[in-house]
Structure formats: C-alpha cells, structure tokens
C-alpha cells in the first residue's frame, strides 16, 4: 500500500509562510488525487485544498483560497501547500489523504491518510 508522509510544519509568525510536502512511497493509480485537511483537538477534520494527479485541476476551501496554493511534482510523487499569510486561525495538525473521486471536499471521500504536521501560528 501506499504510504503518505507529511512534513514542513512549525512555528511560524503571523503574517508568515510555511509549505508543507506530502511524499508518496509510490505511484498512486488508484486514486483521483490528493488532498489537504487540517483538524484542531475537539474539531472535525476540514477540507483544506486538493488536487488532480493527471492535471492541474486544484480547488480550496473559502478560508484559505488566495492564500494557500497546492501543487504537484509527479517525478517526485509529492505534493506541496505553500502556505502564505499564516493567520493564527491556521493552526492545526495538517494530513494529506488519496481522493476517491473528484471535486470533493468531504473526509469520507479520502482514503490512505498520513499522520499529520503540525503548523503553528502564534507571535
């Protein structure tokens, strides 16, 4: 199976940047994508951006669309989130996770989730 591996969170300033990789330990061809969430303790896990592994469709959430941008490198089988004007608000544990199907943004629709990263915004 195919394993997702996170990483690229930390401490970061308000007003800062982060970018965040998933690597994946193999080709994935059973999936449509990838995906992005992030979830605080107590919360439920929220959609955050996705993208297409056989083109650049890329969608986002309302709170970070013109903020975040996600992208791929297929060579490498990793797939980025550049994070940039970090708001506190943006603090959570990040996960990537392969997309059943397209243009979704529920949980239930990924699959193969990573352990997470930690981003952290705070002065």
């Known amino acids: 199976q195919v394993q997702l591996v996170e990483s690229g969170g930390g401490l970061v300033l308000p007003g800062g940047s982060l970018r965040l990789s998933c690597i994946a330990s193999?080709?994935?061809?059973?999936?449509?994508?990838l995906g992005w969430f992030r979830q605080v303790p107590g919360k439920e896990r929220e959609f955050v951006a996705a993208?297409?592994?056989?083109?650049?469709?890329?969608y986002y959430s309302d709170s970070v669309k013109g903020r975040f941008t996600i992208s791929k490198d297929d060579r490498k089988n990793t797939v980025y989130l550049q994070m940039n004007s970090l708001r506190p608000t943006d603090t959570a544990r990040y996960y990537c996770?392969?997309?059943?199907?397209?243009?979704?943004?529920?949980?239930?629709?990924?699959?193969?989730w990573g352990k997470g990263t930690l981003v952290t915004v705070s002065s």
């Open positions: 996770a392969e997309q059943r199907r397209p243009w979704t943004t529920m949980s239930a629709d990924y699959y193969n």
């Open positions: 193999g080709r994935t061809f059973s999936s449509y994508g």
């Open positions: 993208i297409s592994w056989s083109n650049t469709d890329s």
